[in-house]
């Protein structure tokens, strides 16, 4: 079945280092790929998003390409800070339908120290 | 704020106890669905609804029972649950189908089984 899996954390970094969390995925045909960030406290919310292959989704300063090939959607930051401390999830849903589930990693921790 | 509201926030609860979580959407979505969100896990799909009508129950057992009387509305009925049970429950909604679209999430309710 389709399944995503994501690098295991924590990942700790220093203030305005670049982060990589890596994320492939399983899936027949061509997913839609999410990257979701919760912060301590709170529900998932949508960081980025990639439909197509080649697709970049940007926001925040954080960019992941759809890359079919290696069937992966790694996400990057240039240059982290505190307040980027949180749970990345990635994500895939596998069709366009209204009430498909995202199927989910397992999350990544991200700590950013100043 | 992502338009998804879920109450209570924290429910403390024994394990013969009867109690409901509810979940409210105001972004006019057909679609909802309830996750569950262990620590160490990677979040589990319990139940979809779109348009009112269940399409899909994760295997999930009995002792949980979900209720959508129209679209902006999703409970979950809790009932003789056990301590393996505690986790985040977590709401969401997603607009109709045609669109690349994702899941927007509520806050969750931290649920604690004694």
């Known amino acids: 079945g389709d399944s995503v899996t994501q690098m295991e954390g924590p990942v700790t970094l220093s203030e305005e280092a670049f982060l990589t969390i890596n994320c492939t995925y399983t899936?027949?045909?061509?997913?839609?790929l999410f990257w979701y960030v919760q912060y301590p406290g709170e529900g998932l919310q949508l960081l980025l998003k990639a439909t197509k292959a080649d697709d970049k989704g940007s926001n925040k300063g954080f960019e992941a390409t759809y890359r079919k090939e290696t069937t992966s959607f790694h996400l990057e930051k240039g240059s982290v800070q505190v307040s980027d401390s949180a749970v990345y999830f990635c994500?895939?849903?596998?069709?366009?339908?209204?009430?498909?589930?995202?199927?989910f990693g397992k999350g990544t921790t991200l700590s950013v120290s100043s | 704020e992502t338009g998804v509201t879920q109450t209570p926030r924290h429910l403390v609860m024994g394990m013969t106890n009867k109690k409901s979580l509810k979940c409210e959407q105001h972004l006019g979505h057909n679609a909802m669905y309830w996750y569950k969100q262990s620590a160490k896990k990677p979040l589990e799909l319990m139940f979809v609804?779109?348009?009112?009508?269940?399409?899909e129950n994760n295997s999930v057992p009995s002792r949980f029972s979900p209720e959508c009387p129209n679209s902006s509305h999703l409970f979950l009925h809790l009932h003789t649950l056990q301590p393996e049970d505690s986790a985040l429950y977590l709401c969401?909604?997603?607009?109709?189908?045609?669109?690349?679209?994702?899941?927007?999430f509520g806050p969750g309710t931290r649920l604690t089984v004694l």
């Open positions: 899936a027949t045909g061509y997913p839609s």
């Open positions: 994500a895939i849903k596998r069709d366009n339908q209204a009430g498909t589930a995202l199927i």
């Open positions: 609804y779109n348009f009112k009508e269940q399409t």
């Open positions: 969401a909604s997603s607009p109709g189908s045609g669109s690349y679209n994702e899941q927007f």
